[in-house]
C-alpha cells in the first residue's frame, strides 16, 4: 500500500482510539488479540481474516464481552477508506494501540478479507479461561503454535488495561499505569506479593502492598509454573527483551489464519521473490511450506540450492525456520540434496533455526541428512552452535534430540 496512505490510516486509527472522549488503547489490543486468538493450526480455522466477530455466534461469546465497543469506534476509518477490509482495521488498531502506548513497533502487513455473513465464526471456547492454569494455557496457545516463551510474552499485553467485573466478572487493574505499555506487569508479578482476594466474585488475586492491584489465576500460573517462569524473570529484568519478544509474538498472532501477504515477515521476501528469479519462488514456497509436489515441481524450474543474495539463505533455511517438516524431508532427501551445514550470512545453518524456533522433526530430519555432522558443529556470528541456541530458547525436546544423536 501507498506510505502515504498507511501515514492517513494510522492517524485516523489513532484519533479514533485517543481523543477528548476516550483512550481505548488497552481495549484495542484486547480486540486485535480476540479476532486472532481464535485460530486452530490443524484445522485452519478461525483467525482475524473475515472480521467474523462481527457475527453471531462469535459477537455474543461472553469472552468478547464489551469488545463491540472499539469495533464501533474504529469504523469511521473502515467509511474513510472502504478498500481497506474491518478485519485489517481491527488488527491494525491492536498492534498501532501498543507502539502508541508506549510499546514496540508490531510488524503488521495488510491483505485481510472481510465475510459477509458468520458461516467461518469459530464456536465459543477457544479463547482463554482466566480462572484455569499452565495445562490450559498450553492448550490454548500451543493450538495456535505459539510456544511458552511467546505465551508468556503475550501475556505481558496485562501491562495495559483493566479487568471489568461487568464484563469477565474479574475486577482491577495490573498495574499502576494501565495506559503504558511497559514490563510493569512482569515486575509486579515477580516483586509483589500475591494474595486470594477474598469476595464473592472469580478467584483472583490482590497485591498485599498497595491492594490495589490484580491478577488473574492465568498470570499467577506463569509465575508458578517452572517452564514459564525463567521467561517471566526475564522480561522483568529486561525490558528490551519483553519489547522484542512481545513484537514477534503479537506481530505473529495477528497474521494467523490470514493470507500469505499479511504475513509481516514473509512480506519482505515475497517482494524479493515477485522482483528475481525462479529459485526465489522456489524458495518462498518453502518457507510457506507448500505441497510436495508443489516444491517439486518448483525445484525442476530452478538451482535449488541457490541462495536469497542478501541473507545467503537457501530454500532449507526457510522450510526450517518456520518449522515444515514434508518440505525439508524433500530438500534434504536424495532427490534435491540440499546440504545441511550451508550458513547464511549471520552464520547459521538450517538446524540452528530448526533448533531455536523448536522444530523437532526438521531436526530429526536433519540430524540424518548431508553436512549434519559440521552443521551441529557450526557457530553462528555470536558463536552459538544449534545446540546452543536450543538451551538458550528453552527447547528442551530439541535438547534431547541433539544429545542422542551420534556424530
Ligand atoms: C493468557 C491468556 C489470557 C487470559 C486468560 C486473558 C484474560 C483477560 C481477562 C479476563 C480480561 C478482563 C476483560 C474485562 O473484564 O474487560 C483481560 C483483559 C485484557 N487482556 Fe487479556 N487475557 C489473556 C491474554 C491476553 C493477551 C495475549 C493479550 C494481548 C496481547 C491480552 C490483552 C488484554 C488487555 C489489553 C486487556 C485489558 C482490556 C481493557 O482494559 O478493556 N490478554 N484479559
Redesign the pocket.
Known sequence: MDPQKVECIRADVRASLFNRKVI???????L???AS?TFERSSMTGGSDGATMRFEPEAADP?N??LSIPRDLLQNVHQKYPDVSLADIYTLA?AL??EFAGGPRIPFQFGRKDDTNGRRCPAHGR??????GSD??RD??YRMGFDDRE?VA??????????????????G??THA?LVFDNSYFKNLITLTWEERKWDGNRQFTDAESGELMM????IA?KTDPAFRPWVELYARDEAAFFRD?AD??GK?LALGTPPQCCPFAAKAKAHASRSAPSAIFREACMHGSSVPEIRDLASKCDPHELEPHSRRSALHKAAFWGHDHAIKLLVGPELGLRVDVQDSDGDTALHDACKFGHPGCVRAMLAANGAATAMRARNKQGKTPADLASEYGKTEIVQILRGARM
Open positions: 481505548a488503547f488497552p481495549i484495542a489490543t484486547r486485535a488479540w480476540h486468538g469472552a464481552a464489551g491492536g494501540a501498543v479463547l482463554p479461561d482466566a480462572s484455569q490450559h494455557l490454548v496457545f505465551i503475550l501475556s505481558g499485553g496485562h501491562t495495559l488495561g483493566r479487568c471489568h467485573f461487568s464484563r469477565s466478572g474479574f475486577d487493574k495490573w494501565p488473574l489465576p492465568t498470570d506463569l512481545f509474538a503479537f498472532l
